[in-house]
Nanobody
Framework: QVQLVESGGGLVQPGGSLRLSCAAS????????MGWYRQAPGKQRELVAD???????NYADSVKGQFTISRDNTKNTVYLQMNNLKPEDTAVYYC?????????WGQGTQVTVSS
């Protein structure tokens, strides 16, 4: 089993920045990709970005150039730096980790972009 604990969400004004963190623990040796999804009210959950153990990244078109995903393998932690936030970025953000058999999910952290 893998446990994921997210932090860093909150309320921010349009144009502001937030950094989300997700710490993984448990049976993490088989994890090969970690990432972030988000789900806005009334919408489906969507991939925001992910990153492999080797550091290869993948971004949704809607956040390219705005968000940056990174990871610290020594801390088993993945980060999502979110800049120039817009009201449409408002959502619950979920951390995810994938091993060969299972996709694990964090509990989610709320990001609200509003003036």
């Amino acid at each position: 089993q893998v446990q994921l604990v997210e932090s860093g969400g909150g309320l921010v004004q349009p144009g502001g920045s937030l950094r989300l963190s997700c710490a993984a623990s448990g049976s993490i040796f088989s994890i090969y990709v970690m990432g972030w999804y988000r789900q806005a009210p009334g919408k489906q959950r969507e991939l925001v970005a992910d990153i492999t153990t080797a550091g290869s990244t993948n971004y949704a078109d809607s956040v390219k150039g705005q968000f940056t995903i990174s990871r610290d393998n020594t801390k088993n932690t993945v980060y999502l730096q979110m800049n120039n936030l817009k009201p449409e970025d408002t959502a619950v953000y979920y951390c995810t980790a994938q091993d060969p058999f299972t996709q694990y999910w964090g509990q989610g952290t709320q990001v609200t972009v509003s003036s």
